[in-house]
């Protein structure tokens, strides 16, 4: 598998029909919640996992510090911090999961995430993480902070992680 930005429209439609496919018709988001002008930011980074038969597994973006979340799902409920970059919108399609896509689209995420807002080597990511789902962030080093709550009924944490560069020898 690999994991690539979105550069077309084409590609745009794609995450954003795999989206509509995890979050709406599986778990329930309003439709109009999932998508938010976030998506639409020129500082926003979406990316794509492709098995090695070109099917689409997963999708997720890298949200910019900054970025308006007023209208973003999770906006304004939990305690994430504007100032630094937030990961969102984490979705593996329901028959690709368990093969690694997520981890994939994470580092990928991540490793962004270091380039183009790491100080020093270190960059302070958050996300808000779906209970459920949190077993998954946390392997990945993420840990909780702040109050839950709910977000389109559904239980939810902040959770923040301080991604490093890998130590070069
Ligand atoms: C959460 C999600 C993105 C994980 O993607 P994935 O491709 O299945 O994850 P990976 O295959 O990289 O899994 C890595 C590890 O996390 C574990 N894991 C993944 N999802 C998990 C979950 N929901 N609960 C507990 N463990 C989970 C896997 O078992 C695996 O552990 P292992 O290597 O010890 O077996 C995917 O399950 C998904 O899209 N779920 C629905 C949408 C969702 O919940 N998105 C997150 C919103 S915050």
Redesign the pocket.
Known sequence: MHVVPVVTEQQFEEALALRIA??VD??GVDPDSERDDIDDDPRTLHALCYADTGAL??VGRLVAPGTDTAHGAGAGLGAMSPDVPHIGR???GIE?????????LMAFLEAEALARFGEEGAVRVE????D??M??YA?LGYETFGEGYLDEGIGHHDAFKIVRAPHTP
Not at 96 to 104: K, L, M, N, S, V
Not at 127 to 130: T, V
């Open positions: 995890v979050f599986e778990q597994l997963g984490v979705a593996v690709g999961r368990g093969a690694g896509a997520g981890t994939a996300l808000s993480a779906q459920q789902a077993p998954f392997r």
